[in-house]
Nanobody
Framework: QTLLVESGGGLVQPGGSLRLSCVASGFIFDNYAIGWFRQAPGRERERVSC????????NYKDSVKGRFTTSRDNARKTVYLQMDSLKPEDTAVYYC????????????????????WGKGTPVTVST
């Protein structure tokens, strides 16, 4: 069974930090780039970050650059999203998604090209 399971969301004050985890099973993890996406109430889903299969390449949405860091541990089939200096506008449900890539160096995470999705973990940034 193919699964992606997110965890680590919660309520945090502005300026605080959270670390999200995404654990995969049921597919060859190293062959997939993993993206973090988020969807706030009443808004479209947007990509936050992407990491290549090898973990060597990453990219980020402009508004989170310098605050969010994605990493992966292929031995544990886990991808992380470290979120620092959180702002109220970061409030959303966060999803991880896996996109097959031709080689492990490719950084490509498109929500329409992602094959597997988790069910999401909610993040609320508020006083």
């Amino acid at each position: 069974q193919t699964l992606l399971v997110e965890s680590g969301g919660g309520l945090v004050q502005p300026g605080g930090s959270l670390r999200l985890s995404c654990v995969a099973s049921g597919f060859i993890f190293d062959n997939y780039a993993i993206g973090w996406f988020r969807q706030a109430p009443g808004r479209e889903r947007e990509r936050v970050s992407c990491i290549s299969g090898s973990g060597a390449g990453t990219n980020y949405k402009d508004s989170v650059k310098g605050r969010f860091t994605t990493s992966r541990d292929n031995a544990r089939k886990t991808v992380y999203l470290q979120m620092d200096s959180l702002k109220p506008e970061d409030t959303a449900v966060y999803y991880c998604a896996a996109q097959w890539t031709v080689n492990s160096a490719v950084v490509s995470c498109d929500q329409y090209g992602s094959l597997y999705w988790g069910k999401g973990t909610p993040v609320t940034v508020s006083t």
